[in-house]
RNA sequence: GGUCCGGUAGCUCAGUUGAAUAGAGCAACUGCCUUCUAAGCAGUAGGUCAUUGGUUUGAAUCCAAUCCGGAUCACCA
């Protein structure tokens, strides 16, 4: 940094956003000028409108009752005030209504640019010595990954990636369901109708070649049921005694047994979902540092119904099964053993969090579900404390709504599953298409081209299913292929790809600039010192849609600006600079930004 | 029926720790490529914030009731 300029008339680099610089300024100004203590709480402050001069407003109705004074002259007592104590933060102000609005000095502003512009890390937060683990994509093993599961996947990767930033070691993790009776479904499936054949025979991907075995047994055991009832038999008896089903339960029984040819076509089977997860995993740039399988945890958890029913947590009814009353929590009785003495869904959970714990001695633990099981993790938290387990408070639900299509949930009986390979495709060949339109890399290589088609196709999916606020469900209408227009992933991307069009062909010198700020210029460096509180609000909040909205409006300040005032012929060398650093700030910012959204941003496109 | 979540522009969504004239994108309409990438910019139009009542200096936001939609309350996972 350049130390030869008048550092002791500009603010100290801005460690702290500016907000919470001027909070106790504030608080310290009241306390002097009327003699109350205040707190920084109790201080409603938020940026100016655009409609009025000023960069931050503090509102100040709800000092008039306590202060006994009209809003106005509170307001111009405080606004003096602080410009007379602190002209290197505050150079105006003026009163509106009940809103005192603040402008800050450029002087601040700008030490804010020059402390930063080259910082690709702005706004990540030192290590804060805790450890969060994100369980997330849990998929089953009977079945390609769908529209559903990305946005689950894209949501915890990016939620794992956002504490990694401020400050949290994490530990990716998933829990992979390959057990079960609808692993045997495909099994049966396979056995019957396959003849032998393989993904490598067929040229299939794994995971889809198990889906089409899953999907082949739903349709005969359909045809059985039929044939069944007009043999006179009843629906849910006909649902019993259908062939396949009986094979399939059978098949179950002798993979809890452990029968060799079993699990060797289990192991087989699941070997070729595997491949072709990894396939999808790598694509969409998926990982885990933890693989949790259910076939090897599935049995855990028993000894916590031991320990509950000691300390009376649990109690056992007459037929031996073991229960939970959480009648008192304003919930229902859950059962956690059953009869026979097997354990159930949330008994599973239990024994995972307790062997995750065991292993990671995690701080915190955030499990990426759908919103259906709301009620499921909300018993298994309860649970955990009543067991008084020191990491119960520690579990997050990151609960997020359903994928639904205009007609409704998607339904993979009906066939209206949007399949995650598929779509990536899709929005693939659209970037394709809208690339070679518009011409502009024509000297790119194949694996270039083919390198940016994925990175803009996944930015266009991942900030679709990012934007949104996680807790809602969202409709995705596949008539419509994704937009890469306005709110987009690509908008961004573009932003930043003709950023780097400029630092290309200039970059910024390091030394600082000293003059008057244009308002776009302006608007830019205060957007941009906003990051890092975003970032630790999106984290809060388990939230990444706060970033992309976030990213989105620097995005598009920076486009209105780039078509306002040019950079490289700016008005004079010193304008140029201090352009080309915003330039270089914003492309920063962006960049961070889109990749704790796990989105890659081009150099060209 | 109990519990939870949602209802904001034609569509998809922000805004929901109370604050100024409720914001974006898409779609529609008007302009703008001989100057750093037009996947862009500037503008026009579009609203009974589901309804009713309440609290407040101030309500899309808080409270109550009602209507609509969804999830869940399994010895399924």
Redesign the pocket.
Known sequence: MSTCKPVNLLPKAPEMNIVSKIKPLIVETLTDLYGQAFTEGEL?I?T??P??E?DY?L?L??F??QLKKSPEQLGQEIGTSLVQRHPELFSAYNV????L?LTITDAYWLSVLQEQYNNPSFGKKAPNGKKVMVEYSSP?TNKPLHLGHLRNIFLGWSIARIHQEAGYDTIKSCIV?D???HICKSMIAWQLFADGATPASTGLKGDHFVGDYYVKFNDEYKRQVEVLIQGGMKKEEAEKEAPVMKATQQMLLEWEAGKPDVMELWAKMNGWVYAGFDATYTRIGADFQKMYY?SNT?LLGKQFVEDGLKTGVFYK?E???VWINLTED??????VL???G?S???T?DMGLAEQKYEEFSYDQSIYVIA??????MKVLKLILQKLGKPYAAGIHHLSY??VEL?S??MKSREGTVVDADDIVEEMANV?KA??EE?G??KDFSEDELKG?YDT?ALGALKFFLL???P?????F?PE?SI??????G??I???H??I???LR?EKPSETAYTGDLLKLEKELIVTLEQYPNVIE?ACAEH?P??LA?FI?GV??LY??F????????AETEAKKQL?LKLSEMTAHVIASAMGLLGIRV????
């Open positions: 409603t938020s100016t409108k409609e009025f000023g407003t509102v109705f709800s008039v009752k509106i209504k009940g809103f609005n089953n369901n057990r079960g009776i259910e599935y009814k037929d031996g099964s304003g919930l229902d009785e859950k059962l059953r009869k026979d097997t159930v869904y949330i599973q919103d259906e099981q709301n009620y499921h709504g359903m205009p409704g949930r970037a809208k690339t518009l502009k890399v940016l803009i934007r949104v606020d807790k809602k469900k969202m409709i209408n419509e937009d890469f227009h306005g709110f987009t690509p908008f991307q573009f932003i790809a003709r780097k069009s400029i062909k609000q939230n849609s706060l909205i989105f995005a598009k486009s209105s780039y078509t306002e005032h040019h950079v490289l012929t352009r081009p150099e060209r496109m």
